[in-house]
T-cell receptor, first 113, second 111 residues
């Protein structure tokens, strides 16, 4: 089955700097890659997603890039703010396993004011 | 917009008791997922249902069972509860090409 790896597991940045979180996947049939933000004790919230026919997608301060050849995708957060502090999860969905999603192990991001 | 609804939000049980968690997916979503999240851990996939049929099984203990009903709501039944079952239980739903959307979770505490 699909295997999603996520790095780093923890990340600290100064307010205003950029943060980058990277994920790799193993199944070339994976075609949809969402990113979730989870604050302590709350539900994971979808923040951005990308499909396999697109190389990059941007929404204000967040962007996601996808390299299908290398089987990796990254989350970029620019001009970080303290409220960006949370755990971020990447995920991959593979068409041939129906609607099953495979999650990375999460990155705990701390933005230092 | 309607979101995933879970009940109860908090549940306290004694060891060896049973618990039932309920999930109401977003209308017209055809897939329901259950996850268990321990403190400081990523969500662990338990089980999923597509159009009321079990579609995939993850690390769900044999003491747990789940089903999806004709109205698409789902229930996670947990028996012989153990201290280690204390966790946040999330239900999520999706449809076709959409992402998963998570419910607010049920915090289960086993004493």
């Amino acid at each position: 089955g699909e295997n999603v790896e996520q790095h780093p597991s923890t990340l600290s940045v100064q307010e205003g700097d950029s943060a980058v979180i990277k994920c790799t996947y193993s199944d070339s049939a994976s075609n949809y890659f969402p990113w979730y933000k989870q604050e302590l004790g709350k539900r994971p919230q979808l923040i951005i997603d990308i499909r396999s026919n697109v190389g990059e997608k941007k929404d204000q301060r967040i962007a996601v890039t996808l390299n299908k050849t290398a089987k990796h995708f990254s989350l970029h957060i620019t001009e970080t703010q303290p409220e960006d502090s949370a755990v971020y999860f990447c995920a991959a969905r593979t068409e041939n396993t129906g609607n099953q999603f495979y999650f990375g192990t999460g990155t705990s991001l701390t933005v230092i004011p | 917009a309607a979101g995933v609804i879970q009940s109860p939000r908090h549940l306290i049980k004694e060891k060896r008791e049973t618990a039932t968690l309920k999930c109401y997916p977003i209308p017209r979503h055809d897939t329901v997922y259950w996850y268990q999240q321990g403190p400081g851990q990523d969500p662990q996939f338990l089980i999923s249902f597509y159009e009321k049929m079990q579609s995939d099984k993850g690390s769900i203990p044999d003491r747990f069972s789940a089903q999806q009903f004709s109205d698409y709501h789902s229930e996670l039944n947990m028996s012989s509860l153990e201290l280690g079952d204390s966790a946040l239980y999330f239900c999520a739903s999706s449809s076709g090409q959409s992402a998963q959307f998570f419910g607010p979770g049920t915090r289960l505490t086993v004493l």
